[in-house]
């Protein structure tokens, strides 16, 4: 499986998802939250920011179901989703994953089928740190 690529704008990202947090960065001025994470605000131009701690919470917004030709280890666990999420604690914020039936399950443990938009789901960490989501209420 591929493994995330970080800057290091984004590294603090990846540090807190290994820790089992879910952070966003925002302005330490203006207080905004953005994503992807960036070294000067879009709102004020500040270079200042901070790491926020989210609920974790959130929707489904968008979602896909990739078919092949993937990438071999992707191949073996398709069909499975793509699911774009906007945080409940910051709805400008939109993250990609994958909805799964708990931490380290494999991608396709969820049907397809079972996927609506708006749905409400609860971030989950895998063993490498890699955020998921499942649905809050299965």
């Not at 399950?105 to 960490?125: E, H, N, T, Y």
């Amino acid at each position: 499986m591929l493994s995330p690529v970080t800057d290091p704008d984004g590294a603090p990202f990846w540090q807190y998802a290994a820790q089992g947090e879910l952070r966003v960065q925002a302005c330490a001025d203006c207080g905004e939250p953005r994503f992807p994470p960036r070294p000067c605000c879009p709102h004020c131009q500040s270079f200042a920011c901070e790491w926020r701690r989210t609920s974790g919470q959130g929707r489904v917004w968008s979602y896909v179901v990739p078919h092949p030709p993937l990438l071999p280890d992707y191949a073996e666990q398709a069909p499975y989703n793509v699911i774009v999420v906007e945080l409940a604690d910051a709805p400008r914020i939109r993250l990609v994953g994958n909805l799964v039936t708990g931490p380290d399950a494999r991608l396709d443990s969820l049907p397809p089928a079972r996927i609506r938009i708006g749905a409400k789901v609860q971030a989950v960490f895998s063993g490498a740190g890699l955020p998921q989501w499942v649905l809050e209420r299965p």
